[in-house]
């Protein structure tokens, strides 16, 4: 199985290397990312495009989830100066940067939709000291954004961490998050996206976590039975380009890239008002047995204790640069506080 994604590393990167020419001299900028066209991380990148190409003669070429493989594909590929702008969520990144895992430490992000819009605009932490630590692995982040509220789905309801008890859920290979779900009294079970869905058909697998549009669009409720919303999390992601490749433009170029990558935040920011309910409603519509929970502050009560240890690990697995980050990340969500 090795050997076979590297030589799919290996063919993906050949493929893409030999579509257009080198970096310094394209006019046509490539750009991967996670999801299909249609998805939050689609809308994203097709707004980008959009601007991009309405402000200079540069063409940016997409390439949705599975074009050029997995995830850790992308961003090796990124990361060599392959792609030009890479669109990844830091549950892979956390790998690469550890400090990225603080979007894994369970209630910590807000669950109202403007004070969470309003964090990401203002952050501190997002948009300045992030933007270091990426720097110094070879990318410019270019802006991080909210993607929605996180559920998990299971075979059977969940009001408590003991519900967990043997339940294997799979989740990005991310270590925090493997903690998290550790602490929820499950077992972690990290799995390549592409087998999700075959995992729970066959129950090597029992549950998975992502937003609600995601759930939909992968279909992941005709393999499972419940939807419940834990209140634990909202899924982010970022954009990034190859930090050389940037560095490299003209500042006229800079700046159409940063006002591109801008007008698209603002634009699925706007986008996802009333994403999650209407997926929701698709789902039930699809298959009206499927049971949605919504736990009460009591039953969050009991995940909310089991996040205190995850927020230590979080700070054990990345020392004081990440509990630097980590505190900066709560000043700035006090600043956005209602």
């Not at 046509?28 to 959009?50: H, L, M, N, P």
């Not at 490299?248 to 008002?273: N, P, W």
């Not at 736990?295 to 630097?324: C, P």
């Given at each position: 199985?090795?050997?076979?994604?590297?030589?799919?590393?290996?063919l993906?990167?050949?493929?893409?290397?030999?579509?257009?020419?080198?970096?310094?001299q394209?006019?046509t900028?490539?750009?991967?990312?996670?999801?299909?066209i249609?998805?939050?991380?689609?809308?994203f990148?097709?707004r980008?495009?959009?601007?991009?190409e309405?402000?200079?003669?540069?063409?940016?070429?997409?390439?949705?989830?599975?074009?050029l493989g997995?995830?850790a594909?992308?961003?090796?590929?990124?990361?060599?100066g392959?792609?030009?702008?890479?669109?990844?969520?830091?549950?892979?990144?956390?790998?690469?940067?550890p400090?990225?895992?603080?979007?894994?430490?369970?209630?910590?992000l807000?669950?109202?939709?403007?004070?969470?819009?309003?964090?990401?605009?203002?952050?501190k932490a997002?948009?300045?000291?992030?933007k270091?630590?990426?720097?110094?692995?070879g990318?410019?982040?270019?802006?991080?954004?909210?993607?929605?509220?996180v559920a998990?789905?299971?075979?059977?309801?969940?009001?408590?961490?003991?519900?967990?008890?043997?339940?294997?859920?799979?989740?990005?290979?991310?270590?925090?998050?493997?903690?998290?779900?550790?602490?929820f009294?499950?077992?972690p079970?990290?799995?390549?996206?592409?087998?999700?869905?075959g995992?729970?058909q066959?129950?090597?697998?029992?549950?998975?976590?992502?937003?609600?549009?995601?759930?939909?669009?992968?279909?992941?409720?005709?393999?499972t039975?419940?939807?419940?919303?834990?209140g634990?999390?909202?899924?982010?992601?970022?954009?990034?380009?190859?930090?050389?490749?940037?560095?490299?433009?003209?500042?006229?170029?800079?700046?159409?890239?940063?006002a591109?990558?801008?007008?698209?935040f603002d634009?699925?920011?706007?986008?996802?008002?009333?994403?999650?309910?209407?997926?929701?409603?698709?789902?039930?519509a699809?298959?009206?047995?499927?049971?949605?929970?919504?736990?009460?502050?009591?039953?969050?009560?009991?995940f909310?204790?089991?996040?205190?240890?995850?927020?230590?690990?979080?700070i054990?697995?990345?020392?004081?640069?990440?509990?630097?980050?980590l505190?900066?990340?709560?000043k700035?969500?006090?600043?956005?506080s209602?």
């Amino acid at each position: 199985m090795k050997t076979n994604r590297t030589a799919l590393r290996s063919l993906c990167a050949f493929a893409a290397m030999a579509m257009v020419p080198a970096i310094s001299q394209a006019d046509t900028w490539r750009y991967a990312f996670e999801e299909s066209i249609t998805d939050v991380q689609g809308v994203f990148a097709t707004r980008f495009k959009e601007e991009v190409e309405a402000n200079s003669d540069h063409e940016i070429q997409l390439f949705p989830y599975g074009t050029l493989g997995e995830s850790a594909d992308i961003m090796e590929q990124a990361q060599a100066g392959i792609l030009q702008f890479v669109n990844q969520s830091p549950g892979f990144t956390g790998a690469l940067i550890p400090e990225a895992q603080v979007f894994f430490v369970p209630y910590l992000l807000p669950e109202d939709h403007d004070s969470l819009s309003a964090f990401f605009s203002q952050s501190k932490a997002i948009n300045e000291d992030f933007k270091r630590i990426y720097a110094d692995n070879g990318l410019e982040l270019l802006n991080m954004y909210p993607e929605g509220e996180v559920a998990l789905t299971t075979k059977h309801e969940v009001h408590s961490p003991a519900d967990l008890d043997q339940v294997k859920v799979r989740v990005m290979t991310n270590p925090l998050l493997v903690e998290a779900y550790k602490a929820f009294g499950a077992t972690p079970t990290p799995l390549p996206w592409g087998e999700v869905y075959g995992g729970l058909q066959t129950n090597i697998i029992q549950g998975q976590e992502n937003p609600v549009f995601y759930i939909e669009s992968a279909k992941i409720y005709e393999v499972t039975d419940v939807i419940t919303f834990l209140g634990h999390n909202n899924f982010t992601t970022a954009i990034m380009a190859n930090k050389d490749f940037f560095d490299g433009l003209s500042e006229e170029d800079q700046a159409v890239i940063t006002a591109a990558s801008q007008s698209a935040f603002d634009h699925i920011i706007e986008y996802q008002k009333g994403l999650s309910e209407q997926s929701l409603e698709k789902i039930l519509a699809a298959k009206p047995e499927m049971k949605v929970l919504t736990l009460s502050e009591e039953e969050r009560q009991a995940f909310r204790d089991a996040a205190a240890e995850v927020e230590a690990k979080f700070i054990d697995m990345t020392g004081d640069s990440g509990k630097a980050i980590l505190e900066q990340f709560k000043k700035d969500l006090e600043a956005v506080s209602p």
